[in-house]
């Protein structure tokens, strides 16, 4: 098969694979992937387009099938990314963000204009990552009954990222990162039929490893913004000996390895020709030790440099809110933790088509480490007058922790089918509370998570499908969820950013969470015509709707998203056959719909939010040839 296609934005894409007889018993599938497009968000100030798409893929398997009880396939894939990425729109702006557009000779700030920014030329977004992985399937029936099935897999990614990080028109903030990411895993089941028992045995382990390098330094500009920013208390003289560029956080090292292992069973009992059974069990241990490992300082503000983890007091005189990229205490800290998870549920039939179920699950999520140089300040606090962590070495290690989130869910619903099994109608109602809910929030630097407290969800959903008649079919979604935060008192999502123009930031308690609209609807239609003995004409619409949302963790009305409605099409013509071909015109987005993914509060720019849009109307022809 062969696949090609073209679109706006400069998009090019490819695809291809090929099923090679190697012996009787043996095959192997090649397949490959390309995709390039332009970004959509022009800067206005360099010309330059983000949010670009630079995207290969290989992947190879060999299949070994030597008799009718042995199967065996191995998996190598690897891609590769090389693009520019991640960039922000301003939503709303500050004095802060004036003051340093001023910085820089003829920027305007693209306010309230769709895909538009503004960055420091010469400060480019860079997203590179490589993902290699292996793997190995072995399958072995071991009766008629009893299955043996073992999965062994290898996984390492490196990425590089680069980002101007003050996400504005003045050199203020630097970012670039590195991270490599080995993994390795094996699972092994048993699973068979014993009366009227379908049995499921396992167990799985897993080891991985973490370096992430990060520095963020200060740029050509960030004197003369911190002189301006302080009303001349600062001179200019004074900032350059303070923030020099190419100082702050000169580096900074985390590492993390960890290992976890589990043992596990489900089940299903046919008590009755129409009543069944299902009961699943799994326990599970995670063992981490991570933190960070280095943390260099060279910045003046500070009290002189370089430091390595946290150093001395930084200079007699200067404000607090002045003293940028201070020391960080490194870090240890170590978490061994064991929790039983399960399903239990009944399932009885109502008719041959409609079943019913009830269900009840018990849920975990591991607990971890912040790889975040603020982990431990933003749970310690600095001291206002030294601008160093506050707490002694052990609090430090236990401020970069969050905890093991765990959930309760309960379901009913009901699966059915009518009319001859062409109109199938599933439902189901849900109720789950999360205890110390992992909040995983980007505050405009890097993404940290808090255990933020109790979150409950409930609500419904109907979805399923209809064909109404020969080349005519419909799909359809609709869910309905209530996803609030807990009654505590304390609940506060912290820090605040109450600074002008923004309205103050609300306790979280009870309140809707953020990117959880209460209404989200789908539909989907496909219809196809015979124009010729094998040539068929399709169309294909597909449309999705959600209510509005706030797409910030803190919840600050600032950052809410309107209701979306996002419509996605295809039109072509198809030939049948195992040599058939396709050609097809397609677009996404067809209104060109804006809408925020995430919004928060601008980096080093108290008052102003930015945000990263959503991708607006792409669309395309693409041909696919198949031999």
């Not at 959880?516 to 010729?532: A, D, L, T």
């Amino acid at each position: 098969m062969v696949k090609a296609g073209i679109g706006n934005y400069n998009d090019r894409e490819l695809e291809g694979m090929i099923n090679l007889p190697i012996a009787q018993d043996l095959a192997l599938r090649v397949s490959g992937a390309y995709q390039r497009r332009d970004g959509f968000i022009k800067d206005v100030r360099t010309h330059d387009r983000h949010q670009s798409l630079d995207r290969v893929l290989y992947r190879g398997m060999l299949l070994w099938e030597p008799t009718d009880k042995l199967s065996w396939r191995g998996t190598v894939d690897y891609s590769e990314k090389n693009e520019d990425c991640c960039v922000a729109d301003y939503r709303i702006v500050g004095a802060a963000t004036a003051l340093q557009t001023s910085l820089a000779p003829g920027a305007v700030i693209p306010l309230n204009t769709k895909y538009r920014s503004i960055s420091t030329p010469g400060r480019p977004y860079i997203e590179n990552t490589d993902d290699l992985g292996f793997s190995s399937h072995l399958k072995i029936d071991l009766t008629d009954d009893i299955t043996f099935k073992s999965i062994l897999a290898h996984r390492k990614f490196d990425g590089h990222n680069a980002v101007d990080a003050d996400f504005g028109a003045a050199d203020i903030l630097y970012q670039v990162s590195d991270v490599t990411q080995d993994l390795n895993s094996a699972e092994t089941t048993l699973n068979g039929r014993w009366g009227k028992l379908d049995w499921l045995v396992g167990a799985y382990y897993s080891d991985e490893s973490i370096d992430y390098r990060l520095a963020t330094t200060y740029g050509a500009d960030v004197k003369t913004f911190v002189s301006a920013l302080s009303g001349g208390a600062i001179s200019p003289a004074t900032a350059a000996a303070l923030y020099p560029t190419g100082g702050g956080n000169t580096g900074s090292a985390f590492s993390q390895d960890s290992s976890s292992y589990s043992f596990f069973t489900h089940n299903q009992f046919q008590l009755t020709d129409r009543l069944g059974a299902v009961v699943g069990v799994r326990y599970n241990h995670e063992k981490k030790n991570g933190g960070l490992d280095s943390y260099s300082t060279n910045s003046p503000s500070c009290g002189g440099g370089p430091f390595n983890g946290q150093g001395a007091a930084p200079p007699p005189g200067l404000p607090g809110a002045f003293r940028v990229l201070c020391p960080r205490p490194t870090s240890r800290s170590d978490i061994s933790e064991s929790a039983t998870t399960g399903t239990a549920g009944l399932n009885y039939k109502l008719a041959d088509d409609i079943m019913a179920y009830v269900s009840y699950s018990h849920g975990y999520k591991a607990g971890g480490f912040n790889l975040d140089r603020d982990a431990a300040a933003s749970v310690l606090g600095i001291n206002p007058a030294s601008g160093l962590v506050t707490g002694t070495q052990a609090q430090v290690n236990e401020a970069v922790k969050f905890k093991p989130e765990f959930s309760n869910s309960y379901e009913f619903g009901v699966r059915s089918q009518f009319l001859d099994r062409r109109l199938t109608v599933n439902a189901t109602y849900f109720h789950t509370t999360y205890d110390d809910f992992q909040l995983n929030n980007f505050n405009g630097i890097a993404f940290s998570i808090v255990n933020a407290g109790t979150v409950k969800t409930h609500g419904f959903e109907v979805e399923g499908s209809w064909q109404a008649a020969e080349g005519l079919s419909f799909t359809y979604g609709v869910s309905h969820v209530i996803a609030k935060w807990g009654d505590e008192p304390a609940l506060q999502f912290d820090p605040p950013d109450n600074a002008a123009p923004l309205p103050p930031n609300l306790p979280l308690a009870g309140r809707t969470l953020n990117n959880s609209p209460k209404w989200s609807i789908s539909s989907g239609m496909h219809y196809e015509h015979g124009v010729r003995e094998t040539m068929k004409a399709f169309i294909d619409l597909g449309a999705s709707y959600r209510t509005s949302l706030i797409a910030g963790a803190n919840l600050n009305a600032a950052k809410a998203q309107g209701d979306t409605l996002l419509v996605n099409g295809r039109i072509g013509l198809f030939t049948t056959g195992e040599d058939g071909w396709e050609v097809a015109l397609w677009g996404s987005n067809l209104t060109n719909a804006y809408y925020r993914v995430v919004a928060f509060d601008s980096l080093f720019q108290n008052g102003s939010i930015s945000e990263f849009p959503g991708t607006p109307r792409t669309y395309g022809v693409t041909f696919r040839k198949a031999f």
